[in-house]
């Protein structure tokens, strides 16, 4: 039965040989003889991007953004960890040195909303999460997006003056200031 090790390691090696006894009872060993079996080793890694809050309205607001980065492959992938995002600077754990497949870490950020983002509407961006493989190869995962929507609530107020404030006859002038 085969080990995680096995599979990290690319392949199974196995070497055996047979005895038996001659006429004489005179044991008669074979040559050993080898066999391996190479294992298909798929690594891959999965990044599940969430962000709280999922909602923002004014500038200056900070989005904290959490990537659960999963060992989706049959191999080990081994530090160091990390998630480029394109608006964000994440920060990974430094332990565990490996996951096994099935296992995550949990990396963070925090991005600032700029006017610009408020503007927009919304606030998009990318990320994608890299480990090595045991052959020493980098392992990307796919890119991930998340999508946080602003709250717009455009409003326009007026201020209005009069010069003079009082008037004492018809046809005087008054200037009006908005």
């Given at each position: 039965?085969?080990?995680?090790?096995?599979?990290?390691?690319?392949?199974v090696?196995?070497?055996s040989?047979?005895?038996?006894?001659?006429a004489?009872?005179?044991?008669?060993?074979s040559?050993?003889?080898?066999?391996t079996v190479?294992?298909?080793?798929?690594?891959?890694?999965?990044v599940?991007?969430?962000a709280?809050?999922?909602t923002f309205?004014?500038?200056?607001?900070?989005?904290?953004?959490?990537?659960v980065?999963?060992?989706?492959?049959n191999?080990?992938?081994?530090?160091?960890?990390?998630?480029?995002?394109?608006r964000?600077?994440?920060?990974?754990?430094?332990?565990?040195?490996?996951?096994?497949?099935?296992?995550?870490?949990?990396?963070?950020?925090?991005?600032?909303?700029?006017?610009?983002?408020?503007?927009?509407?919304?606030?998009?961006?990318?990320?994608?999460g890299?480990g090595?493989?045991p052959n020493?190869?980098?392992?990307?995962s796919?890119?991930v997006?998340?999508t946080i929507?602003?709250?717009?609530t455009?409003?326009?107020?007026?201020?209005?003056?009069?010069?003079?404030t009082?008037y004492?006859?018809?046809?005087?002038?008054?200037?009006?200031?908005?």
């Amino acid at each position: 039965t085969t080990t995680q090790t096995d599979v990290d390691a690319g392949s199974v090696i196995f070497t055996s040989c047979g005895a038996g006894h001659g006429a004489l009872r005179d044991p008669v060993p074979s040559p050993p003889t080898t066999a391996t079996v190479t294992a298909t080793q798929t690594p891959a890694l999965t990044v599940v991007k969430t962000a709280d809050p999922t909602t923002f309205s004014a500038a200056g607001q900070d989005i904290a953004y959490s990537y659960v980065v999963t060992n989706s492959g049959n191999v080990t992938v081994s530090a160091p960890f990390t998630v480029a995002d394109d608006r964000a600077t994440v920060t990974c754990p430094a332990t565990p040195a490996s996951l096994a497949p099935g296992e995550s870490i949990t990396c963070t950020a925090t991005y600032t909303t700029t006017q610009a983002d408020v503007d927009a509407g919304s606030v998009t961006n990318t990320a994608s999460g890299s480990g090595v493989d045991p052959n020493g190869d980098p392992v990307t995962s796919p890119t991930v997006s998340a999508t946080i929507t602003a709250t717009q609530t455009p409003a326009l107020s007026v201020v209005k003056t009069a010069d003079p404030t009082s008037y004492t006859a018809a046809g005087q002038t008054i200037a009006y200031t908005y």
